[in-house]
């Protein structure tokens, strides 16, 4: 099993920057891939950025250019660097490993930005 716990959300002014991290606890050994989901409220949960166990990289559009993913295998974390952030990134984030051909959750954390 693995455990996933999110941090660093909060209220950030339009343009400025979070760095959310993701920390995973249990059998973190073999996980294929970690990656940040988004919902708002109303809204599909969407992927924002995701990394392989090989370390490729992968944005949605929206985000290119000013996220950026990044992992620490030593301390079994991953990070999200949101910079440029604009209003319509408010929402939860979520953070997501793939082991073993399942999917495995955090809690979310909320990231609210205001104009």
């Known amino acids: 099993q693995v455990q996933l716990v999110e941090s660093g959300g909060g209220v950030v002014q339009a343009g400025g920057s979070l760095r959310l991290s993701c920390s995973a606890s249990?059998?973190?050994?073999?996980?294929?891939?970690m990656g940040w989901y988004r919902q708002a409220p109303g809204k599909q949960r969407e992927l924002v950025a995701a990394?392989?166990?090989?370390?490729?990289?992968n944005y949605a559009d929206s985000v290119k250019g000013r996220f950026a993913i990044s992992r620490d295998n030593a301390k079994n974390t991953v990070y999200l660097q949101m910079n440029s952030l604009k209003p319509e990134d408010t929402a939860v984030y979520y953070c997501?490993?793939?082991?073993?051909?399942?999917?495995?959750w955090g809690q979310g954390t909320q990231v609210t930005v205001s104009s």
């Open positions: 990394i392989s166990s090989f370390g490729r990289l």
């Open positions: 997501k490993a793939i082991r073993g051909g399942y999917d495995y």
């Open positions: 249990g059998i973190t050994v073999s996980i294929n891939a």
